[in-house]
């Protein structure tokens, strides 16, 4: 099965549920992993992975509607051979519930930035205000001088509008890592 967009009179785009890659191939893997919010978790997690010569390239952690458990979206890049042993080395923490290589499995990922933008003229301020509407962005705080603007997407959406507002200045600016799920399909049993 695949997403489809189109209809009868337009060519029909057809994008695959998962790309082939070759063993050891070096990409960005994401990975997802539930854990018991315990003290030390993040460090046993962290420390696994450095021991394996990887630098964690982002890394998100929060409670999920769950009491006691926290959900890790993990950023790391590396050859895929080596993720695959990782990842088994994750699933033998003791506090370690599940584990999954998102990578090439269909998931929604969202990352958050506060940028803080220059703004010191009527024109920069208009400016900035249009490209926050077309980015679906909201300025959460203002000063005489600077636009606080928060972006919410995955990683080319930010990445374009820091491009676009870097002209007027970045004063100052904090990213998130990013947030993933898996996307689920009707009937499909869970993995």
Known sequence: MSDTIGSADINTIKTPLTRE??????????????????????????????????????????????????????????????????????????????????????????????????????????????????FRGKVVDVSPDTYTVEITGDEDKIEAFVELVRPFGIKEMARTGKVALKRERAGQEET
């Open 21 to 134: 890659v070759k063993k050891g191939q070096v990409r960005k893997h994401i990975l997802s992993v539930l854990v018991r919010n315990e003290l030390g978790v993040l460090a046993r997690i962290a420390t696994l992975i450095a021991g394996k010569g990887y630098n964690i390239e982002g890394l998100s952690v929060g409670e999920t509607h769950e009491k006691g458990l926290s959900l890790m979206t993990i950023e790391v890049i590396g050859d895929d051979v080596v993720i695959e042993q990782v990842v088994k080395q994750l699933r033998k923490l003791i506090d370690t519930l599940k584990v999954r290589d998102l990578t090439d499995l269909p998931h929604v990922e969202r990352e958050l930035a506060l940028i803080k933008v220059y703004t010191a003229t009527p024109r920069a301020r208009d400016e900035v205000l249009r490209l926050v509407e077309i």
